[in-house]
């Protein structure tokens, strides 16, 4: 089981309600997430402001051993912008539901078909990584994702995208489309699980049980609504199946400051059930003796 994780802490992250990270405060949680020993780190796109511009070409500046990605629209003009940042690699995403097809950009299949083909070849091109995701997706007609992700399998993207944008997906429906993706495409496989019902944990788990490679995170959860996929949350699930490979991997003893940094720059507090506080220690389950 591939336990690799794209941390938007620094792009989903930003949507939470109360987060307006400076660049200072980039460049920190950056540092932190580096430490730490996160595989990727998602920025948002520099496309979307002359700031969001100057703190991707800062962070990739950092020499961090972590990847930097960047998450864009499927758009020529803000993959152009993209490639200039110094980014390690792309992650682009266009709406494949009928309701965003119909209400964010009027298109259909075959037209994503062929604007996908143009920025992954562009993207390419310049030797960077490329992750294709239909936003929405598990919402989508499903035989019409299969196909527009064999496509751009072939066409040699790193990886394949597929999003719980509203949180409804169930354990049942993540095995069966997950395992069904896997069988059709070749490349790696990232999810993004919102956490609208509190199944963003157990989804991303059995997503990963059922031939996905990557997940995307944030600390804390922070998010869109009521976030995605926690760090600490998955990090508690899979220390439980492979706690060798986990407390390997990554610097399980650097997510409490991690934690801390994020949650004072977004002024929320920790909650005292939070994994990292009751998760990782391996202490004596006996109860204390009551008195009466």
Sequence with gaps: MA???????????????????????KIKIAKALDDFGVEYIELTSPAASKQSRVDCEA??????????????????????????????????????????????????????????????EYVRAHKLEIRFSGEDSFRSDFAEILKLYSDVDRLGVTRVGIADTVGSATAR???????????????????????????AIANAYCALESGATHVDVTVLGIGERNGITPLGGL????????RKYIVSKYRIDKLGYLENLVAQAVEVEIPFNNYDRSSFAEKSTKEPERAF
Aim: hydrophobic fraction near 40%; glycine fraction near 6%.
């Design 59 to 120: 962070i990739c500046k950092l020499n961090l051993k972590a990847k930097i990605l960047t998450h864009i629209r499927c758009h020529m003009d803000d993959a152009r912008i993209a490639v200039r940042t110094g980014v390690d690699g792309v992650n682009v995403a266009i709406g494949t539901s009928s309701h965003l097809m119909e209400h964010s950009h009027g298109k259909d299949f075959a037209f994503i078909s062929m604007k996908a083909k143009e920025v992954i």
């Design 173 to 199: 429906e993540v095995f069966e489309k997950i395992s069904t993706l896997r069988s059709v495409v070749g490349c790696d496989i990232e999810t993004h699980f919102h956490n609208d019902t509190g199944c």
């Design 235 to 242: 990090m508690a699930c899979l220390i439980m199946v492979d």
């Design 3 to 25: 336990k690799d994780t794209t941390n938007s802490t620094l792009r989903e992250g930003e949507q939470f309600a109360t987060a307006y990270f400076d660049t200072a405060q």
